[in-house]
């Protein structure tokens, strides 16, 4: 009899962990109002449910498991970023974030970013980075995939004390870059991925009138690389008009089994000849079924074949 009401006391208190995730929603008349106090109190495998509104609002994402959605559009986390490095610094691992907007993430050593990630695996779905110094910012985590899918990045970027980009990884496993949106970047590079496999595909990557960015794509340390299926355009403030695609460049200290760019579109608004792919691995890299509209465009410098 002990033992029944004992078991009985359990599940009536959902200490006996049989219980769902959790879902803690924020808005006007919510649980919480503040998304960060709705993330710090959130347990793995739960939800944080964003209603719209602008939130001056930042977090530590410690949990595992966590997914971060707004609900509807116009959920904006803005101007306030947490540990001098982002509006959301996620530790966890399969943390996902999807229908938000981060915008004007700005910390002292002017490395700020929307997201910053140092846990392992993310993924970023239908999010918009808007005026930041960085997108997304992360660690290096040889295990770690960064899967970012649907998401617009615009004006972001700046090179004072140091670059900051519209996505810069560090050593991890995998990014994977899909169905994207890239404009208007300011001096950093658009995408710069330092990863062991780097896949960017179908996504439009464009300064605009008025971005003024260095590399469309740097892949500086080499690594497993697939471009393929982009829209591309270099614009006539662009600060690096020399190439649009770099590998290599800043020595190729891991492994490069493979560099194939093929279907891309490149345009060339910039007044001067440009380099679609240079490459400085050994490894030669594989182009077919480029085009090229505008000014000129040398398809490879380095080894490798095709255009």
Request: charged share 15%.
């Amino acid at each position: 009899m002990f033992r029944s009401s004992a078991l009985a006391l359990l599940l009536l208190t959902g200490c006996t962990g049989l219980t769902g995730a959790a879902t803690l929603e924020v808005g006007p008349g919510k649980q919480f109002s503040d998304p960060g106090k709705a993330i710090a109190a959130a347990g793995s495998g739960d939800t944080v449910r964003i209603y719209p509104g602008e939130y001056y609002s930042c977090a530590i994402v410690r949990r595992s498991d966590l997914t971060i959605e707004g609900v509807g559009p116009g959920v904006v986390l803005r101007d306030t970023t947490c540990a001098r490095k982002a509006i959301l610094v996620i530790d966890g691992n399969n943390v996902t974030v999807r229908n938000l907007t981060l915008e004007r993430a700005r910390v002292p050593d002017q490395n700020g970013a929307g997201i910053r990630a140092e846990g392992g695996n993310l993924t970023v779905e239908n999010t918009r980075f808007l005026s930041n110094e960085n997108g997304i910012l992360t660690a290096s985590n040889p295990r770690a995939t960064i899967r970012i899918i649907g998401s617009t990045f615009d004006d972001n970027g700046k090179c004072t004390r140091c670059c900051a980009h519209g996505i810069y990884v560090n050593h991890i496993g995998h990014l994977i870059v899909e169905n994207s949106h890239f404009t208007n970047t300011h001096s950093g590079h658009m995408i710069k991925s330092r990863a062991f496999d780097t896949t960017v595909i179908n996504n439009v990557i464009e300064d605009g009138p008025q971005g003024n960015s260095s590399y469309l794509v740097q892949v500086p340390n080499g690594g497993n690389v697939l471009i393929a299926n982009n829209r591309m355009e270099k614009g006539p403030h662009a600060e690096n008009w020399s190439a649009a695609i770099s590998i290599g460049d800043e020595g190729a200290t891991q492994p490069t089994p493979a560099i194939i760019v093929k279907d891309n579109v490149l345009t060339n608004d910039t007044g001067h000849t440009t380099i679609f792919v240079r490459n400085v691995t050994a490894t030669p890299a594989q182009l077919s079924g480029n085009v090229f509209k505008g000014g000129p465009v040398t398809p490879l410098v380095g080894d490798g074949s095709g255009g």
